[in-house]
């Protein structure tokens, strides 16, 4: 009997990971998402209140207004204009900046003080937006979802075989490891430079120069040096010597559809 569910529980996971397979309208990659597009909106309205409730949120002033400015611009020549678009400034000295899913993008202070120049911000707003627009959030999310599902699957197999609640919880514990260092890394990494080639398309159409996107990686390499952050086979970012090599061999492609203002 326990045979039969076990196979029952992968046939159903099966099913799950090949009816939430779509088609990337963008890219053509082929994406697994549980969610669906009309949910996205409401999540990220949910988790952008949630942000601006915990987090000193800037929706108005200097900053506020000049992020605002490219990323309006940016967003209406994206593949979703339609989307309900809102950019915001995160007061905190933190390099950073994020997308949630239907178009809800933070940039923090730090970022844009950081790069004065609107062409290198347009590169860092526009790879925000090429990531709601590609919906890398909610197809993270899902890897996520299915991966614990897998995993609580494997232990109560483990568990069913060998009758020992540690040898469970050991399988399920390097299952994490593995699927940490093997699946949601690496696709992470993917999707970094996913987002930097459509943001630098997105930046390049909307009028700023895309070759200041060049520029932005080589000064955050710079500013990075002897810091002694992670190893690149570590962290959901590839290196930044691969994103310039990636964004210098289709330079051409982005100058082609770069239209001064």
Known sequence: ??????????????????????????TGRSQFITIPPAQDDALGLEAMNQVKSEAPVRTTGPD????????AR?????????????????DEPVLNAWALPG?????YKKMVDTFPEDDMLAAVIGHEIAHAVLR????QVSRGQLTNTVLAAAGLAVGAATGD????????????????????LPHGRAMELEADHVGTIYMAKAGYDPRRAVD?????QTMKDGNGGPPAFLSTHPTDDKRIARLEANMP???AVYAPR
Not at 64 to 71: E, F, H, K, N
Not at 103 to 107: E, L, N, R, T
Request: positive net charge.
């Open 136 to 139: 890398h959030g909610a197809e």
């Open 103 to 107: 178009g809800k993008v933070a940039i």
């Open 165 to 184: 609640g540690q040898s469970t919880q050991l399988a399920m514990t390097l299952g994490t490891l593995a699927a940490q260092g093997f699946v949601m």
């Open 216 to 220: 932005l990686w080589r000064r955050m």
């Open 74 to 90: 940016i967003a209406a020549i994206s593949d979703r204009p339609d989307f309900n678009w809102e950019f915001v400034v995160i």
């Open 64 to 71: 506020a207004r000049r992020v605002q400015r490219i990323g």
């Open 1 to 26: 009997m326990m045979m039969v569910k076990r196979f029952a529980l992968v046939g159903i996971m099966a099913w799950l990971a090949a009816a939430c397979v779509t088609t990337n309208e963008v």
């Open 253 to 255: 492609d982005y100058l």
